[in-house]
């Protein structure tokens, strides 16, 4: 095999641009893909049930953090032709992105696509902001080098969902938690 001068772990965006770049200044690169294709997560599947017509999903890549008119990838995207818009999370308003249930449409893949009412999607995104604290919260002091019988990441996580009153717990939570 050829010597080359810089090793690259990955064939998704951030690894491809790195090649070229190191290319333009005249290092050689190997880069090293785990899937069968490159791109890393940007990739397009055809997604449907019994009831839809498979259409394409963009899985991945679908989103840029703190995108704005002068971000490179707007910009690339505008002189390839590819429509792009900014969500109202990238302008540091009340949303937090494509994530975000105010701004976000969420469907129920088991139920034909049916459209899954925000406030379903709301309790479920706090119940996870309030585990995930919760965790972090049951995990202080704990120091799994030393302690064999430190809970697991997966113990903490079962731990953090019956025991929400740490956080105050949602209304259906805070109910669950003292029955």
Same mark, same amino acid.
């Given at each position: 095999?050829?010597?080359? *001068?810089?090793?690259?772990?990955?064939?998704?965006?951030?690894?491809?641009?790195? !090649?070229?770049?190191?290319?333009?200044?005249?290092?050689?690169?190997?880069?090293?893909?785990?899937?069968?294709?490159?791109?890393?997560?940007?990739?397009?599947?055809?997604?449907?049930?019994?009831?839809?017509? /498979?259409?394409?999903?963009?899985?991945?890549?679908?989103? +840029?953090?703190?995108?704005?008119?002068?971000? /490179?990838?707007? +910009?690339?995207?505008?002189?390839?032709?590819?429509?792009?818009?900014? !969500?109202?999370? *990238? +302008?540091?308003?009340?949303?937090?992105?494509?994530?975000?249930?105010?701004?976000?449409?969420?469907?129920?893949? *088991?139920?034909?696509?049916?459209?899954?009412?925000?406030?379903?999607?709301? *309790?479920? !995104?706090?119940?996870?902001?309030?585990?995930?604290?919760?965790?972090?919260? +049951?995990?202080?002091?704990?120091?799994?080098?030393?302690?064999?019988?430190? /809970?697991?990441?997966?113990?903490?996580?079962?731990?953090?969902?019956?025991?929400?009153?740490?956080?105050?717990?949602?209304?259906?939570?805070?109910? !669950?938690?003292?029955?």
């Amino acid at each position: 095999m050829a010597e080359v *001068d810089a090793l690259i772990i990955g064939a998704g965006l951030a690894g491809l641009t790195a !090649a070229r770049v190191l290319n333009a200044f005249g290092a050689s690169t190997l880069i090293l893909e785990a899937r069968a294709r490159p791109g890393g997560r940007a990739s397009t599947v055809q997604l449907g049930s019994a009831e839809l017509e /498979p259409q394409p999903v963009e899985e991945g890549c679908n989103y +840029l953090h703190g995108c704005s008119e002068e971000h /490179p990838l707007f +910009l690339l995207a505008a002189r390839l032709g590819v429509p792009s818009a900014t !969500a109202a999370g *990238d +302008l540091g308003c009340q949303y937090s992105g494509w994530e975000s249930a105010e701004v976000a449409e969420w469907r129920d893949p *088991d139920r034909g696509g049916e459209e899954i009412p925000v406030e379903e999607v709301l *309790d479920a !995104a706090l119940l996870l902001q309030q585990v995930t604290y919760g965790v972090a919260f +049951l995990a202080q002091g704990l120091d799994a080098a030393k302690d064999e019988a430190a /809970p697991s990441l997966e113990e903490l996580f079962e731990q953090a969902l019956k025991e929400r009153s740490w956080s105050g717990g949602t209304e259906r939570g805070a109910e !669950a938690s003292h029955s």
